[in-house]
Nanobody
Framework: QVDLVESGGGLVQPGGSLRLSCTASGNTISIINIGWYRQAPGKQREMVAL???????IYGDSVKGRFTLTRDNADDTVYLQMISAQPEDTGVYYCYARARIDTYWGPGTQVTVSL
């Protein structure tokens, strides 16, 4: 069992920056992939950024060049650094982790990009 807890969401102005954190606990050694998804109102959940195994992060097309995903293995935490925020980035951001069999989701944190 893995538990994920997100933090860092909130209101940011267009063009601004925000950093989200996700801390994993429990059987963290079982995690293979970890990253972030988001869901905007009325839309399907989409992949934002993901680390697969020991590979470099991959990013959704809409956030490439603006978001950076990093992982701190010592603290079992991943960070999503957002810059040049756009209103289209508004949504609930979910931390995601996949083990060999199971997948895990955090409760989500709201990000709103608005004046």
């Amino acid at each position: 069992q893995v538990d994920l807890v997100e933090s860092g969401g909130g209101l940011v102005q267009p063009g601004g920056s925000l950093r989200l954190s996700c801390t994993a606990s429990g059987n963290t050694i079982s995690i293979i992939n970890i990253g972030w998804y988001r869901q905007a109102p009325g839309k399907q959940r989409e992949m934002v950024a993901l680390i697969r195994g020991s590979s470099s992060p991959i990013y959704g097309d809409s956030v490439k060049g603006r978001f950076t995903l990093t992982r701190d293995n010592a603290d079992d935490t991943v960070y999503l650094q957002m810059i040049s925020a756009q209103p289209e980035d508004t949504g609930v951001y979910y931390c995601y982790a996949r083990a060999r069999i199971d997948t895990y989701w955090g409760p989500g944190t709201q990000v709103t990009v608005s004046l």
